[in-house]
């Protein structure tokens, strides 16, 4: 056991080193993710994902603690010291009418989170994982620039670009009142970097001034998350779950900066230094509004052998507003539903009996308003099924490991109007280390 632990620890510290070299690059590649904040990810663990994220009525499944920074009041339920780290694949393919489909992967770190019993019935919790990811680079290529005539093969390029992304590093507390009420809560510190640039070009011209602009803002600010659940104990081994979490309207800082530039190609093609900017405003402090959303959910568990839920979500990101300015983003809702199996938990001569055989679905209505080709807005809506498998690892008395893998596949935005469509593949992987530190033991 202390082998495992000690070889698990090391890794996490590598784990940890290689996260804060890997904060800042882009880890996805779509579009969509230039609005807003980009891409949001949820607070959830491979191993509620694969269950479709249900997440707000779920706390210990089966005997295996299990951390869920979605709904902070779970953390009453844990009983070890609990480790989790986790990455991420992703894979998608970009399709839009007319144009070839372009394809795409991204792997990066998912979460680090621990969790530490503070009494029997109490817990602490803090980690890292991500907040919001944006990844993109196009081209709009507008032809007969100059007399507009469909003949006319003078062009204009209109390259776009963006990347960076928020984390989200909290610190929870929850505990058990009357044994069947769970509360807690989470303080969060979100901060990152987000760029956004935009080139205007005109290739066929020779010497042409092009031009550059650049915004970009550095974020840091503090958000509160809360939750409660209920149990109610059908029989000794049967329950069901209501369980409750929200994160609160909150501000964070802001630091934007943009800067307008020109430049030039030379003749073999190449970019020239850029010359002096046109505008160059830097450091300008503002405010980032972010919306309060709401998690309801509940579950159905039979100890050792299965959990069933589902989860209904609703963010007010109609609220979002970035320096003062209202983003036009739309309130976004999600259902999600999925749940756990495992044959025989104690089986000693048949491991696949012991797996957690998991599967769910995912409807999500985005927050994304995106205009289209018709010159109106499109609300962007996502589905997805999820599956996975949580294999269990020889551990020690007090001590119990697993691996979590979770798969997502699915396909988000629409081919109509001139917009583009993802289908997508997510594959995550996590590994649980639960043990009892700072325990003292007697001896005869």
Excluded: C
């Excluded at 029997?120 to 890292?128: E, Y």
């Excluded at 659940?229 to 369980?243: C, E, P, W």
């Excluded at 696949?352 to 807005?377: C, E, H, K, M, S």
């Amino acid at each position: 056991m202390i082998k495992y632990t000690k070889l698990f620890i090391t890794f996490l510290f590598a784990v940890i080193a290689f996260s804060a070299v890997a904060q800042t690059t882009a880890n996805t590649s779509s579009p969509y993710s230039q609005y807003g904040l980009g891409n949001l990810t949820p607070m959830i663990l491979p191993q509620n994902m694969a269950m479709g994220g249900i997440s707000t009525a779920t706390n210990s499944i089966n005997r295996y603690m299990s951390i869920n920074p979605q709904n902070p009041a779970s953390y009453g339920a844990i009983g070890f010291t609990t480790i989790d780290v986790g990455f991420l694949d992703n894979s998608n393919s970009l399709s839009q009418a007319g144009q070839s489909s372009q394809k795409n992967t991204n792997f990066s770190i998912s979460h680090i989170t621990f969790a530490i019993p503070v009494t029997t019935t109490s817990a602490l919790s803090f980690g890292l994982l991500p907040y919001s990811q944006v990844g993109y680079n196009y081209t709009k290529k507008q032809t007969g620039y100059g007399t507009g005539s469909p003949i006319d093969t003078n062009a204009v390029n209109y390259v776009y670009n963006g990347e960076g992304g928020l984390s989200k590093a909290y610190i929870g507390y929850g505990f058990t009142i009357a044994r069947n009420l769970l509360l807690g809560f989470n303080v969060s510190y979100i901060f990152g970097n987000i760029k956004h640039t935009q080139d205007v070009e005109m290739p066929s011209y020779f010497g042409t001034l092009n031009t550059n602009v650049e915004r970009s803002n550095a974020v840091g600010g503090l958000s509160y998350d809360f939750g409660a659940q209920y149990i109610i104990d059908l029989s000794a081994t049967r329950h069901i779950v209501f369980g409750y979490s929200g994160s609160a309207s909150s501000q964070i800082n802001s630091k934007s900066s943009y800067i307008i530039s020109q430049y030039t190609y030379d003749g073999n093609g190449a970019r020239n230094v850029d010359l002096d900017s046109v505008i160059n405003q830097q450091n300008t402090s503002g405010k980032i509004r972010l919306p309060s959303i709401n998690h309801f959910g509940i579950s159905y568990q039979r100890d050792l052998k299965f959990l069933i839920g589902a989860d209904y979500s609703m963010g007010n990101w109609s609220n979002l507003t970035i320096d003062g300015v209202n983003q036009g983003m739309a309130n976004s809702k999600t259902f999600n539903i999925g749940g756990q199996y495992t044959p025989n938990i104690n089986a000693l001569h048949n491991y696949l009996a012991t797996l957690d055989y998991r599967l769910g679905f995912i409807a999500d209505q985005t927050y994304y308003n995106v205009p289209n080709a018709n010159g109106g807005i499109t609300n962007i809506k996502s589905k997805s099924v999820t599956l996975g498998l949580g294999l269990p690892l020889r551990g020690g008395q007090t001590s119990f490991y697993k691996v979590n893998f979770a798969a997502e596949i699915g396909q988000r935005g629409t081919l109509a109007n001139g917009l583009v469509k993802e289908n997508f593949v997510n594959f995550r992987l996590g590994f649980t280390l639960n043990d009892r530190w700072f325990q003292r033991y007697k001896f005869d």
